[in-house]
C-alpha cells in the first residue's frame, strides 16, 4: 500500500501505556510552507516498558531527553513515530520538527485553507504535527505558544484561555494560551489567519462570564449571526435539560470551507465547515438553518460528552458521538417539532445505517477492530449509536436517565473510559440490571421483530407474540437476544386508544406501554379486549429495528388518521406506499406497467383534504419513502426499476389531485418577511412539496407556478426548491434558470455546491458526461471535500438511475475519482468508494459491473483508508 502496510487493531489487545504525559508545552513558528513545533513534554511512567512517540510525515530536527540531546543511535525511528527506553519514573522530553502545511492535501494536522492556517486532529491528526503518543487515554494538560507573521497571520487562536500576546521582531507577534482541563491530543487546535469575527458575551448559570466569538473569511461576516444565536441557545439548553455549564472564559468557532467532516470539538476551539456556520435568507435553506442550528449544538454539547468525558480508546468512539448525537437530536426536538424531528431521525438511520448494517462494512456500534479508524466515523457508531442511548430513555424514562447521566459524569469527569463504564453509571444510578445491553454495544445488524397477534373473543384477549433474530454479519454469526423495548398501543375499529392490562396484573397500564422483550421470543396477554384490535407497534420507534408484522390497507388506514402517536401515524403511511411501491417496481423489472392500489389515493385524499392536521406530518406523510429504503426491504435490488416505480406513483398523485396540490400551494402563500420559526419552516416544506407534485405535470400553467416562484423568491428555500422542480422534471426554461442562478451566486462557494448538487441529481440527458463536463468547471476544486460531496457524492446517492445505469458508465465514473482522489485525500475517497458496498444485493448485470469496478480499485497503490473498504467488500463475496 502506499502508505504503511496495513494492520489490524483490536479491541481484545487494548493495552494502557506505559507512560502519561502530565503536561505538554507546544512553541509554533508558524509558515504555511515551514512550520517549526517546539514539543516539550512533562512525563510520568504508570507501567513498564519504552515511551512511544507516534508520528508521521514529519522531519525530525532533535530530541532532548531531561535537557540532553540524543544522537540517532538513542533512539528508534520509523515512520509511524520513535521509541525512547527512558530509566526511570519521570522524564522531560523536548522534540522538534518541522512540517509542510500548504503541502497537506489530506486535510489531517496542520493545513492550509484559503489564506490561513488550522488543524483538524481527530482522530490521529496530531501525530502530523508532532511527535507525542497520539492516543485517547493520554490526558494532558496544554500550553501552547503560537508566533507568526503579524501582517498574514493577525489572529492566533488555540485551545483554553488567552495568557498572553505581544511583538517580536521582524513584523512577528506571538499569542499564549492555557488550557486547564487535561485533554487528549485529538482535542488540540490552532487556528491562525487574517479572520473577522462577531463577539457576544453569555453568562453561565454558575456566573461565569463567558465571551462567545465566531470566525470566519472577511467576506462572509454577514453570515454568521444564526450560528451564534444557536451557539447561546444550545448553552442555555444544556444548562436547563442537563444541567451542564461551560467551564473557560472563552468558546471560539471558525468556519473553513476546507474540512473532511462536519465540524470538530477541540476544547474552546470548535473548528467547523462553512456549510454548517454561514447562513443568510437569501443564500440558505430552512434545511441549512436546522442542520447549523444541530452541529453547532452537537459539537458544544461534546464538551462534557467527549471532552471532560473521554474515549479510553477508538472503540468507545460511540460513547461520546452516540451520546452526543442523541444529546444534539434532544435539542433539535425541543427547539422545532419534535414529532418531524424523530420522523427524520429514523429516515436518516433507515438511509444510511441500516443498508450498513446489511452490508459488508457491518460493525458493532462498538467495533472489535480496525484497520484505518477514520473509517469507523459511520452511521453505525454515530446514529444507532444514538439509538442505543434512547433505549435508555426508553426504559429509564427521562428521569433515569439524567440520573444515570449525573452519575456518569460524578463518577468519570476529567476521565477516558468505555461503553461498560456508561452502562453501569445507568444501571448503578437507577438500581437496575441492565446488563443485556451490552449486546447492542457488541453485535453487528440490525434486528428483526416479528409479530403475531391471537384475539380470543370468548374470553376478551389478546395474545400477542414477539419474536427476536438478528442476521449473521461479517464475521459475526449466531447472535444473541437482545434488550429491546416495544412501545405499544391498541385501537379498537374507530379508532380510539383502548387501555391496556397484562394478565396477573392488579391495574391496567393505561392507553400506553413499553413492552420489554429480553429473549428470543415472549408472549404477552392483555385482558378486557372486546374485539381485535388494530395493533400500534415501536411507537417512537422506541428500538433500531426492522419490524414484520403483516397489516392491511384498512388498518394502516385507520393508524394514518387515528393513531395518537405522531411517528406511527406517519410510519403507517410509508408501509402502505411501500408495499405498493415494492410490488410495482417487480412489475416494471419484469416489463409491466406499474399499478397502485385505491387504497393509496384514498389516503393521500385525506391527508390533503385535513387542514386541520399537524403540517409537520402532513408533509411528512404526503412525501414518498426513499429510494434506499425501499431498495432495503427487496431480496434484489434493481434501482432503476425502484426508481421508476417511485416516479410513477408520483405522478400517479399528481395528475390525480392536481387541483389540491394547487389549492394547497396556494393557501400557504408567504404572509410576510422570512423568519426560520418552526411554523413557516414546515409552512414552507408544505407548500414547496405542493409545488414538486405540480411540477411533474405536463402542464404550463403549472410550470408557470414553478419559473415565477423562482423569479420572486425573497429567500434561497423557495428559490431552490423552484430550480429544482424546474430542473428534476424537465421544464422548458431549465438551462436558462441555472445558468442565471449562477451567475447571481458564482462569489458564494457554499451555494454554488447547491447548483453542482442538482445538475449531478438530474437523469435527463447523458449524466455521466454532464458529471464529467461539471468537473471541468472553474468552480469546482477536487481538493475541496465540500465540492467533491456536491458532485460526486450526490451523482452516486441522488442520481440512482443514473449510478447505476445498466452499461455500469457511473460506476466507471465514481471509481475513476475514487483513484484519482486516493491520491490527494484518501479519507473523502473512502467515504466515496463506500457506496459500492451493496454490491452483492444487487440484480446480476449490475452485480457483475459493481464487483468489476471493485475489482479495478483494488488493483491500484491504495491508501489504507481505501484499501480497508474495498478489500472488506469483496471479501464478502467468498
Known sequence: MREQQARTIRLSEYQPPAWQVESVSLRFELDADDTRVHNHMQLRRVAEGP???????????????????LSASDYELDDEGLTLNINGDQAEVTVVNRIEPAKNTALEGLYQSADFLLTQCEAEGFRRISYYPDRPDVMAEFRVRLEADRERYPVLLSNGNPVDSGELEGGRHFAEWHDPHPKPSYLFALVAGDLGHIERDFTTAEGRKVTLRVYAEHRNMD??????????????????????????????????DDFNMGAMENKGLN???????????????????????????????????????????????????????????????????????????????????????????????????????????????????????????????????????????????????????????????NGQDLSLMQRWYDQAGTPVVSVESRHEPESARLHLTLRQSIPDTPGQKGKQATLIPVALGLLDSQGRALPLKLEGEAQARGEETVLILDQAEKTFVFESIAEAPVLSLLRGFSAPVKLEHQQSDEALSLLMAHDQDAFNRWEASQRLYSGALIEAQQSIADGEPARFPESIQAAVAALLAD??????????????????????????????????????????????????????????????????????????????????????????????????????????????????????????????????????????????????????????????????????????????????????????????????AADGSGYRLIA?????????????????????????RMEAVRREAMHGELSRIKQADLSRDVAEIVGRALAESG
Not at 512511544?52 to 532533535?62: F, M, N
Open 271 to 429: 473548528i467547523f465547515n462553512s456549510c454548517f456556520v454561514l447562513a443568510r435568507p437569501d443564500t440558505a435553506t430552512d434545511q441549512d438553518y436546522l442542520g447549523i442550528e444541530s452541529v453547532i449544538g452537537h459539537e458544544y454539547f461534546h464538551n462534557w460528552t467527549g471532552n471532560r468525558v473521554t474515549c479510553r480508546d477508538w472503540f468507545q468512539l460511540s460513547l461520546k458521538e452516540g451520546l452526543t448525537v442523541f444529546r444534539d437530536q434532544e435539542f433539535s426536538a425541543d427547539r422545532n417539532s419534535r414529532a418531524v424531528k424523530r420522523i427524520e431521525d429514523v429516515k436518516t438511520l433507515r438511509a444510511g445505517q441500516f443498508p450498513e448494517d446489511a452490508g459488508p462494512m457491518a460493525h458493532p456500534v462498538r467495533p472489535p477492530e480496525y484497520q484505518e479508524i477514520n473509517n469507523f466515523y459511520t452511521a453505525t457508531v454515530y446514529i444507532k449509536g444514538a439509538e442505543v442511548v434512547r433505549l435508555y430513555h426508553s426504559l429509564l424514562g427521562e428521569e433515569g436517565l439524567q440520573k444515570g447521566m449525573r452519575l456518569y459524569f460524578q463518577r468519570h469527569d476529567g476521565q477516558a473510559v468505555t461503553t461498560e463504564d456508561f452502562l453501569a453509571a445507568m444501571a448503578d444510578a
Open 611 to 804: 387542514d386541520d392536521a399537524d403540517p409537520g406530518l402532513r408533509v411528512e406523510a404526503l412525501t414518498l419513502p426513499a429510494e434506499t429504503w425501499l431498495a432495503e426491504q427487496v431480496a434484489v435490488v434493481n434501482p432503476v426499476a425502484i426508481a421508476d416505480a417511485r416516479q410513477a406513483l408520483r405522478r400517479q398523485l399528481a395528475e390525480a389531485f392536481s387541483s389540491q396540490w394547487q389549492s394547497l400551494y396556494e393557501s400557504l402563500a408567504d404572509s410576510g418577511p422570512y423568519q426560520v420559526r418552526p411554523a413557516d419552516i414546515l409552512r414552507r416544506r408544505l407548500r414547496n412539496l405542493a409545488l414538486s407534485y405540480l411540477a411533474v405535470l405536463d402542464d404550463t400553467a403549472m410550470q408557470e407556478l414553478a419559473l415565477n416562484q423562482y423569479r420572486r423568491a425573497d429567500n434561497m428555500t423557495d428559490q431552490m426548491a423552484a430550480l429544482r422542480a424546474m430542473v428534476l422534471e424537465g421544464h422548458p426554461a431549465a438551462e436558462t434558470v441555472l445558468a442565471d442562478f449562477y451567475q447571481q451566486w458564482q462569489a458564494q462557494p457554499l451555494v454554488v455546491d447547491k447548483w453542482f448538487s442538482l445538475q449531478a441529481q438530474r437523469s435527463d440527458g447523458d449524466p455521466v458526461a454532464r458529471v464529467r463536463e461539471l468537473a471541468e468547471h472553474p468552480a469546482f476544486k477536487l481538493t475541496n471535500p465540500n465540492k467533491v460531496r456536491a458532485l460526486y457524492g450526490a451523482f452516486a446517492n441522488g442520481n440512482r438511475r443514473a449510478f447505476h
Open 51 to 69: 515511551l512511544r512517540l507516534d508520528g508521521e510525515q514529519l522531519k525530525l530536527e532533535s530530541i532532548h531527553l531531561d535537557g540532553c540531546k
Open 816 to 840: 475513476d475519482v475514487v483513484l484519482k482522489l486516493d491520491r490527494i485525500n484518501p479519507a473523502i475517497a473512502a467515504r466515496l468508494v463506500s457506496v459500492f458496498n451493496p454490491w452483492r
Open 223 to 256: 453570515q454568521c449571526d444564526f450560528a451564534m444565536e444557536s451557539l447561546v441557545n444550545a448553552m442555555r439548553w444544556d444548562e436547563e435539560r442537563f444541567g451542564l455549564s461551560y467551564d473557560l472564559d472563552v468558546y471560539n468557532i471558525v468556519a473553513t
